[in-house]
């Protein structure tokens, strides 16, 4: 086994919290459960690795909290554990699942929105291409990857589970 940080391994089956991000090899079930945050999946399929990001925030702005917390330090975080993983540089895609508008606070975009925004602002920037969604709406969601395939389930309540 290499010295890999503990979130790195080879199945995960616990709910990863917000702002965690959880990366694995081969196979593995990564999950989590967002409202107006969003789940960010990153996969290099031909490499089997993938990685999923419980992102709250858009944007650090200098704070130091675990990166998986905002959008904008939540990608090259993750790219840079799947790269680990890989051993070599991975070309991957992306999936989003949440940002839903779950609170009614004045004007303005919705948090839900934001968060959306800004990781499609921060993929763009690395050139990762976003190849399904599951976003926006009034409801929480259940997100899952299961590594070994690259499906990733997203399931809401009173709905038929979505594969993405």
């Not at 650090?60 to 799947?82: C, F, I, Q, S, W």
């Not at 989003?96 to 975009?109: D, E, P, Q, T």
Request: glycine share 12%; charged share 20%; hydrophobic share 50%.
């Amino acid at each position: 086994m290499t010295d890999l940080p503990d979130r790195m391994a080879g199945f995960h089956s616990d709910a990863i919290p917000i702002g965690e991000i959880r990366a694995a090899r081969d196979s593995g079930l990564l999950r989590t459960f967002v409202g107006s945050c969003v789940a960010l999946v990153l996969q290099d399929r031909r490499r089997r690795v993938a990685a999923l990001a419980h992102v709250m925030l858009p944007a650090a702005n200098g704070r130091h909290a675990p990166p998986g917390k905002y959008a904008d330090t939540a990608v090259p975080e993750m790219l840079r554990l799947l790269g680990m993983l890989a051993g070599e540089p991975v070309a991957c895609t992306a999936k989003l699942a949440g940002g839903a508008k779950m609170f009614a606070f004045g004007a303005g975009l919705p948090i839900g929105d934001q968060n959306v925004a800004a990781l499609e602002r921060a993929l763009a920037l690395v050139g990762i291409p976003i190849t399904a969604r599951a976003c926006g709406g009034e409801s929480g969601r259940r997100v899952a990857v299961d590594v070994a395939t690259g499906v990733v389930t997203v399931e809401m309540v009173g709905r038929a589970i979505e594969t993405l």
